[in-house]
């Protein structure tokens, strides 16, 4: 199974890294796509590159402005484009990066603007996938994409419409879902229904992801899962976002662990070299 969208280089993995993905090789998961949050957690995330099964993605989350000063807004997109061009044969994404409308009293969305359609711009140059975060700024995203030639990615944690998801899909936009996946929702329920079945990626958002509950019909332990510790998630969590997606689509649970690790290695191989 693939992890399409986690953070393994945050200091919550500092002390047992290597276990981490020891339990998650045990329970299957053998890739994983590491995005990073800002500059400060670059270099950390691009350590990992070079890992088995580990695809990298560098850029910088809405969240990450909070701290950087607005001064410096232009210098950071620089290091950035730069970061890329030295770093390209390392990178299989540019993320992640996106619209926030929850800390817009922190970060205005027009500074968020400006920060996500520059990165769209340099990923599209680069050829490489976006990797966006969208959080009740679906159209106005889907403005800045529309207004980028090339451009194309994933939706983590996708949280839209099945109609606003429809006009994301006519941009070459992928979808992953994680552990909000696993809890009753008419409108998750919607989405994982009405997608195509090629666009669909799990995910785990480790460590600060959504709670990953076990499906209702499931037993308390899949035996090839191992628990992770209380205060996080792990790669080795995402057999149940899978078990939930293939419950909802009424589908096997093996094909859909097949089949989103296949839509993600479509996503994140396809990028030239």
């Known amino acids: 199974m693939f992890d399409a969208h986690c953070h393994l280089q945050l200091p919550a993995f500092d002390a047992d890294r290597a276990a981490v993905f020891e339990r998650s090789l045990r329970a299957g998961v053998d890739a994983f796509c590491v995005c990073s949050v800002g500059p400060d957690d670059w270099q950390r995330t691009l350590d990992l590159a070079g890992r088995p099964g580990v ?20 210098a950071h997109l620089d290091r950035l484009e730069q970061l890329v061009a030295s770093h390209r044969h390392h990178l299989h994404a540019l993320g992640e990066c996106g619209l926030d409308a929850r800390i817009a009293d922190r970060v205005p969305l027009r500074r968020q603007r400006t920060f996500v359609a520059a990165q769209i711009a340099i990923a599209a140059h680069c050829r490489l996938p976006i990797v966006l975060h969208c959080v009740r ?10 207004a ?6 994933l939706l983590h944690a996708f949280s839209g419409s099945l109609e606003q998801a429809r006009a994301f899909l006519k941009r070459d936009l992928f979808f992953s879902f994680g552990g909000a996946l696993t809890l009753p929702s008419h409108k998750r329920r ?38 992770a510790p209380l205060s996080r998630l792990e790669p080795g969590d995402l057999f149940r976002v899978v078990e939930a997606l293939a419950l909802l689509r009424g589908e096997a649970i093996d094909h859909w662990a097949r089949q989103s690790d296949l839509n993600a290695r479509a996503l994140f191989q396809a990028v030239p070299s």
Do not use: C, K, M, Y
């Open 55 to 74: 695809f990298i993605g560098v850029g910088i989350h809405p969240i990450a402005l909070v701290d950087l000063d607005e001064r410096d807004d232009q």
């Open 137 to 146: 700024a679906h159209d106005a995203l889907l403005d800045l994409i529309a």
């Open 190 to 227: 919607t989405l994982a229904r009405g997608l195509p079945g090629d666009r669909i990626l799990v995910e785990t958002d480790a460590p600060d992801g959504p709670r990953i509950h076990p499906a209702p019909s499931a037993p308390a332990n899949h035996p090839e899962t191992p628990p």
């Open 148 to 153: 980028i030639p090339h451009a194309w990615g």
